[in-house]
């Protein structure tokens, strides 16, 4: 059984996917693969290069600033970033779960902000989509980017397309590791806010229920 989990940033979609890992389930965070390939995907990084020129800095990482202002001012730059992004993401998520489900997983989960755009949705046998007030959400990014609320403000309204040149949600390049660990860190902990309650049930023979999630 595969679940695609989507949601605008902030919303808490990694949360749903750390709770289905931890109860034996497998995924993965297309946010923090999308920056592990453009370190390492030498067929992502070359295309892009074809496509928009020199857009890597001499330290290897993406040069966001240069790439974002040859694709927001031209739809079509645009389009054709998403195309080569969405290529890469979806061919890594498919070498993932094939493995996954080579070492018995029997649930896996893509947690992906443009599961629907990218074309991911078309691998899930159910989708979810989460939700939360927006105060949370702002007091989430800021947290999780280390921000202030206008510039969280302007992440918070960006929309499921765009949060940063290729499709991610937007981060600096560097502290990437120390970002994610206090993300997860995070949704150890319990939030006030509403929570929404979603039982999942496994239909791959490994057990009977996921039981309830409460996402906050």
């Given at each position: 059984?595969?679940?695609?989990?989507?949601?605008?940033?902030?919303?808490?979609?990694?949360?749903?996917?750390?709770?289905?890992?931890?109860?034996?389930?497998?995924?993965?965070?297309?946010?923090?693969?999308?920056?592990?390939?453009?370190?390492?995907?030498?067929?992502?990084?070359?295309?892009l290069m074809d496509a928009f020129g020199h857009v890597f800095?001499?330290?290897?990482?993406?040069?966001?600033?240069?790439?974002?202002?040859?694709?927001?001012?031209?739809?079509?730059?645009?389009?054709?970033?998403?195309?080569?992004?969405?290529?890469?993401?979806?061919?890594?998520?498919?070498?993932?779960?094939?493995?996954?489900?080579?070492?018995?997983?029997?649930?896996?989960?893509?947690?992906?902000?443009?599961?629907?755009?990218?074309?991911?949705?078309?691998?899930?046998?159910?989708?979810?989509?989460?939700?939360?007030?927006?105060?949370?959400?702002?007091?989430?990014?800021?947290?999780?980017?280390?921000?202030?609320?206008?510039?969280?403000?302007?992440?918070?309204?960006?929309g499921a397309l765009g949060q940063n040149a290729g499709g991610?949600?937007?981060?600096?390049?560097?502290?990437?590791?120390?970002?994610?660990?206090?993300?997860?860190?995070?949704?150890?902990?319990?939030?006030?806010?509403?929570?929404?309650?979603?039982?999942?049930?496994?239909?791959?023979?490994?057990?009977?229920?996921?039981?309830?999630?409460?996402?906050?």
């Amino acid at each position: 059984l595969t679940i695609g989990i989507t949601g605008q940033t902030g919303c808490g979609k990694t949360a749903l996917l750390r709770r289905i890992e931890a109860r034996g389930g497998c995924g993965v965070d297309c946010d923090a693969l999308y920056y592990d390939l453009l370190r390492t995907d030498g067929a992502l990084r070359a295309a892009l290069m074809d496509a928009f020129g020199h857009v890597f800095l001499p330290n290897g990482t993406l040069d966001r600033k240069k790439l974002g202002g040859l694709v927001f001012s031209d739809p079509a730059q645009l389009d054709t970033l998403n195309r080569i992004v969405y290529s890469h993401v979806r061919r890594a998520v498919e070498t993932i779960r094939a493995e996954k489900k080579a070492c018995g997983c029997a649930l896996f989960a893509v947690d992906a902000i443009n599961l629907i755009q990218s074309g991911l949705a078309g691998f899930c046998d159910v989708t979810v989509g989460i939700t939360a007030p927006q105060e949370v959400r702002l007091a989430r990014i800021m947290a999780r980017d280390g921000i202030e609320r206008q510039k969280a403000e302007k992440r918070a309204d960006g929309g499921a397309l765009g949060q940063n040149a290729g499709g991610g949600e937007e981060r600096d390049d560097e502290g990437q590791n120390e970002l994610h660990q206090k993300r997860d860190e995070r949704h150890g902990k319990k939030a006030e806010a509403e929570a929404v309650e979603i039982t999942l049930r496994r239909e791959s023979g490994v057990g009977a229920s996921m039981g309830g999630f409460l996402l906050y």
